[in-house]
């Protein structure tokens, strides 16, 4: 039974994938709004583009026809502050009911899961603003007032208690749908321009992830890949400055094997100035810096120049033949695994890259080259 259920799913995946994109349908009617224009708009990541519009008839009723390859954004508008935002499929038959006098706040969809989940999402946090708002507005209106300290402190909490509300609300819906592109939306809402309310960056990645599995293609879920992206490396480095400030030095321990497999830890070199360099055998680049690293390393050396570098290498052999070639005679260490522990300690994005620590075991320099790092060097070791 397993094994059928398996070829079912295979078999639906593949037809899936081999459709061509079909039709939606968008239609219904707007009241009290007979010779007026409503317009189509495809929502991009940054703004939007009219496609199509249509003139309502007497009935008020409108019709729009589409083709896309994955579900997408679009606003349905009677003006620049009337609209309503859809997210159509492919294939819907999207019907629309509404009155022109409050088409944004109050209108009816149906044939379509995703334009749902959108207007309970905007339903939602316009009535959280709403309240929002109005309690922001009573303390600004009530300064004066004898007692006002106190209750500002009330609805302070107040305020606080609706917005935590909210972002368990948006969170919650997240982790709900990680597969619809509704969760985009959740992601990007704002209390105001410069609080988000989902504040969770493991939703965001689930969601990211999720989304970028199913639809590669989409413009949304190709900025929210990248932002997520982004934001993960700079917890990475938030992560590196919390260790600085708890632990009263910036640079956090490595124990690596050396080429003998013998541990060798950074934190052993306390009272030397040390250049910690992350390199490959197989990166060419590398391979180029070690040529200036060894006049570098015998320049300085005697005046307590260490070299700690890491390899990111996974081929024993081409390491300690490089190792050979290049005549490094310094501190050279590797997992042969990767040293993934070391790289994110220290947030490695790139190869080569190098720290400079001074014999406080502060960072004091990153990613020097040529006579950047000389100067660097020769400064450190007076």
């Not at 209750?151 to 969170?171: F, G, N, P, V």
């Not at 600085?244 to 070199?269: C, T």
């Not at 390899?311 to 993934?340: F, H, P, Y």
């Amino acid at each position: 039974m397993k094994k059928i259920f398996s070829i079912v799913i295979v078999l639906a995946v593949f037809a899936f994938g081999c459709t061509k994109p079909k039709g939606f349908v968008i239609s219904g009617k707007i009241t009290n709004a007979e010779g007026k224009f409503l317009y189509l708009d495809e929502l991009k990541v940054s703004s939007s583009i009219l496609v199509d519009s249509v003139k309502l008839k007497k009935d008020g009723s409108f019709k729009f026809k589409g083709k896309i390859g994955y579900p997408n954004f679009y606003l349905l508008r009677l003006n620049e502050k009337n609209f309503v935002t859809l997210l159509v499929d492919t294939t819907e038959k999207i019907t629309i009911f509404g009155d022109a006098a409050n088409f944004s706040r109050d209108y009816i969809v149906e044939g379509s899961p995703g334009s749902l989940l959108v207007q309970d999402l905007n339903n939602r946090l316009t009535k959280t603003k709403h309240k929002l708002d109005s309690i922001s507005n009573r303390v600004n209106a009530f300064r004066s007032r004898e007692n006002y300290s106190i209750q500002k402190i009330i609805w302070d909490k107040e305020l606080a208690d609706i917005k935590q509300s909210q972002i368990r609300y948006s969170t919650d819906f997240v982790q709900k749908h990680p597969f619809s592109m509704s969760s985009v939306l959740a992601l990007y809402q704002k209390f105001d321009d410069s609080n988000y309310v989902v504040q969770d960056l493991q939703s965001l990645k689930v969601a990211a992830s999720a989304l970028n599995s199913i639809f590669p293609k989409s413009e949304h879920v190709k900025a929210l890949y990248a932002n997520t992206q982004r934001l993960m490396a700079q917890e990475k480095n938030s992560k590196l400055q919390d260790f600085i400030a708890k632990n009263g030095e910036n640079s956090p321990d490595i124990i690596l094997p050396n080429h003998n497999g013998r541990d060798i830890s950074l934190s052993s070199l306390a009272g030397k100035v040390v250049l910690i360099q992350f390199w490959s055998a197989l990166n060419r680049d590398s391979r180029i810096q070690n040529q200036a690293l060894v006049e570098l390393y015998a320049k300085y050396k005697s005046k307590g120049l260490e070299i700690y570098q890491i390899s990111v290498d996974t081929n024993r052999a081409a390491w300690l033949s490089a190792i050979e070639q290049d005549k490094l005679s310094w501190i050279n260490v590797g997992d042969m695994k990767g040293s993934n522990s070391a790289l994110n300690n220290f947030n490695i994005q790139a190869i080569p890259a190098n720290y400079i620590l001074d014999k406080d075991r502060r960072i004091v320099a990153k990613n020097l080259q040529g006579p950047s790092l000389d100067q660097a060097i020769a400064k450190l070791t007076r």
